[in-house]
């Protein structure tokens, strides 16, 4: 038996367990195999009976003296099991008639598990196993040593798909299958003091001791991560290979104009960065690189300077954005500073249509040279002339198909940049994306105010809207962000609503409109130009304002609900103020009923304004899924590794691949062994560039 075995093959496992074992992702032999125990109890130690100690943990051995079926009041079935030195009881309630069958007096037992007292020492539902005359302590499975307990949900005990179905099915399922093919040479395992693949599976399921347990698990851990490091590398070594039929080279003088008009200098982390991107669009081999900077750290320039040497040399630049409102902020930046340097740019939006035919062929013939839109850049209908750039911002929004359709669609080899303001921790931003350099901007303007972040209870929100009127009579613009648009059963307070009452309200002197995703695009960009303009100074939006909204006038914020937000989004929302000279307050008020641990965590985020301290107290909390989105992130889906429990893990296996690519031939034969071991891993071969 293989690992591509179906389930039906193993005894034990008929159709309608095997269908719900595959509603849990249990298909095959490997699925069943790669099912990892949660956690382990340790019943290697085997008490005398006398010893056994009420509410404490035993194991004991003993010979089954009486068994019964109490009827009365609630079903039981009772035994009791003496061994030298005393006798216990063992309790079972509920379906009581099939213990009749297993247990019968005269039998050698294993009891497991908490002693209770009541007239007598007993056990109550214990873990049992029954010794035939040939079988010795090493046979136990459930009892006398490291016992694994498995992920459970109500639908597998239903089932009767238990801990003790899954330690049976495994323990017959070693017994049966083919050797598992070992992707390392024996020189290599010895070196590191690994245990064989096979070997560490079987310890994983069948640890002799917690410590075993724990290194056959990172065993597995470092396999993993060092398959995402090995494809990763062989990735970015066949983008290296790949010679761009648009090399750039620095001329022109666009930048220089560019930068003289700027009214401050650029900070020198921007031109470190700047620097980072020419060199590297001047090379023969196409640009792969990830720009990540904090919210308000200048990340825009330094792409309308990357798509401006695009320009210089003759070739268009496409910037790519998740969202119509950022594309059409884009475009706003966009054409404020290229308009006086002459150079044409459009921006695609799937809501607008006008004009269409003779702007796609403008972009066909090379007319247009900056293309800013979003997912509709990727439809059939749009045709490039020469394309020498592409930008995609918040790259971890988009999917990784649709960047590869973007790529495709290009034809050729181009230089690519991705921008992301989600902090993420360098190591783990090396591992997502290894196949693409970094570049981080890591210093803000001189010119940017102080935020104050403070959590406030409910009870003073007629304080904090106070507040709010003094900041707007000063001249200053004030957001209020709520989580819904309208009322929903969880009872957050919903825009619309919140909206109404304000305008007839606390802030009824004060002329203020309403945003949120379901507002016509065209309003919504009448609405942000008169906020800039001041002539609207408040705006009640949902997280529609979350990215790409600049407005320097903007000083408070207040956020309703906000225990409803990741911490990742509520440091997205409060980049949105502070981006002038003034001081800027972000304001948080949570519900009633909000938990002390959701509490604990956005007092940290009142505490600092670091975006990488704040990811990684959001990644701890909500973990790698749901903080960069399941299926659209490219987040490597891992069956064993933690993304941020094992960061000293990802380290050290990049050394050891250096050491393993130094020592050992990369053949056909090992290439074969990573791609089979790969899909095992659940690593997505698009991703990983496999084949």
Same mark, same amino acid.
């Given at each position: ?66 068994? *019964? ?23 079972? $309630? ?99 003091? $690994? ?74 982390? *921007? ?341 990488? *301290? ?78």
């Amino acid at each position: 038996m293989d690992l591509y075995s179906p389930i039906e093959e193993l005894e034990g496992i008929g159709p309608k367990r095997a269908e719900i074992l595959k509603i849990h992702g249990i298909h095959t032999v490997q699925d069943l195999l790669f099912y990892l125990p949660r956690k382990y109890l340790d019943r290697s130690t085997f008490h005398k009976i006398r010893d056994c100690r009420p509410d404490e943990q035993a194991n004991v051995i003993g010979c089954v003296t009486s068994v *019964q079926i109490i009827r009365r009041g609630r079903p039981r079935f009772k035994l009791f099991v003496e061994d030298e030195t005393g006798k216990i009881g063992a309790l079972w $309630f509920g379906r009581v008639g099939p213990y009749r069958y297993i247990f019968k007096k005269g039998d050698l037992i294993v009891l497991c598990g908490k002693i209770s007292v009541y007239k007598e020492k007993q056990f109550i539902h214990p873990e049992y196993e029954i010794l035939d005359e040939e079988a010795s302590q090493d046979d136990l499975i459930h009892t006398g040593k490291i016992i694994p307990l498995y992920p459970l949900t109500e639908e597998l005990r239903e089932a009767q798909l238990t801990h003790r179905f899954f330690r049976r099915i495994l323990k017959n399922l070693f017994s049966i299958l083919d050797p598992l093919e070992e992707i390392f040479p024996p020189p290599f395992l010895q070196k590191h003091r $690994f245990h064989s693949l096979e070997t560490s599976l079987r310890e994983i399921h069948y640890p002799q001791t917690m410590e075993s347990a724990s290194a056959a698990k990172k065993r597995l851990i470092h396999l993993e991560l060092f398959l995402i490091s090995f494809l990763v590398s062989q990735n970015k070594a066949r983008q290296r290979a790949i010679i761009k039929p648009n090399q750039h080279q620095l001329k022109g003088n666009l930048r220089d104009q560019f930068i003289q008009r700027l009214p401050y200098s650029l900070t020198k982390a *921007q031109e470190r960065v700047l620097q980072e991107i020419w060199q590297e669009m001047c090379r023969p081999y196409p640009m792969n690189r990830l720009l990540q900077g904090d919210v308000g750290t200048g990340k825009t320039l330094v792409a309308i300077l990357a798509l401006l040497l695009s320009v210089e040399n003759g070739s268009q630049a496409v910037l790519m954005a998740p969202t119509e409102i950022l594309a059409r902020q884009h475009m706003n930046t966009l054409k404020q500073w290229l308009d006086p340097l002459g150079v044409p740019l459009v921006c695609l939006l799937g809501s607008e249509k006008k004009g269409e035919p003779e702007v796609l062929e403008q972009i066909k013939s090379g007319v247009i040279q900056v293309i800013v839109g979003t997912h509709v850049i990727l439809q059939e209908r749009v045709q490039f002339f020469r394309v020498g750039l592409v930008i995609i911002d918040e790259q971890h929004k988009f999917g990784v198909n649709q960047r590869r359709i973007l790529s495709q669609k290009v034809g050729y080899p181009v230089d690519k940049l991705m921008m992301t303001a989600t902090p993420i921790p360098r190591t783990l931003a090396l591992t997502l994306y290894g196949d693409l350099d970094l570049s981080i901007i890591d210093e803000s303007p001189k010119n940017r105010g102080t935020v104050i972040t403070a959590l406030r209870s409910p009870k003073a929100r007629a304080s904090i809207y106070t507040f709010v009127k003094e900041q707007i009579e000063q001249g200053y613009r004030a957001y209020i962000i709520c989580p819904a648009i309208r009322l929903s059963r969880n009872g957050v307070l919903a825009v619309e609503q919140h909206f109404s009452e304000l305008k007839n309200g606390v802030l009824k002197d004060f002329p203020m409109e309403l945003i949120h995703g379901e507002i016509n695009p065209s309003k919504q960009d009448e609405i942000f130009r008169l906020f800039k303009e001041g002539r609207i100074p408040l705006i009640v939006a949902t997280t529609i304002i979350e990215v790409g909204i600049d407005v320097p006038e903007a000083s408070v914020m207040v956020i309703e609900n906000a225990e409803q937000f990741g911490l990742a989004q509520l440091h997205q929302l409060r980049g949105r103020i502070g981006r002038g000279p003034q001081k800027g307050y972000c304001i948080l008020i949570c519900g009633k009923t909000t938990e002390t641990e959701a509490l604990q965590r956005i007092e940290q985020f009142c505490s600092t304004t670091d975006g990488f *301290q704040i990811a990684e107290i959001d990644l701890a909390a909500r973990g790698p899924g749901e903080f960069f989105g399941e299926k659209q992130s490219g987040l490597p889906a891992l069956r064993f590794a933690d993304l941020l429990k094992d960061l000293q893990l990802i380290e050290s296996c990049k050394k050891d691949l250096e050491d393993f690519q130094q020592q050992f031939s990369i053949n056909s034969s090992f290439w074969n062994k990573i791609e089979y071991w790969a899909k095992h891993f659940w690593i997505e071969d698009e991703m990983m560039g496999i084949g």
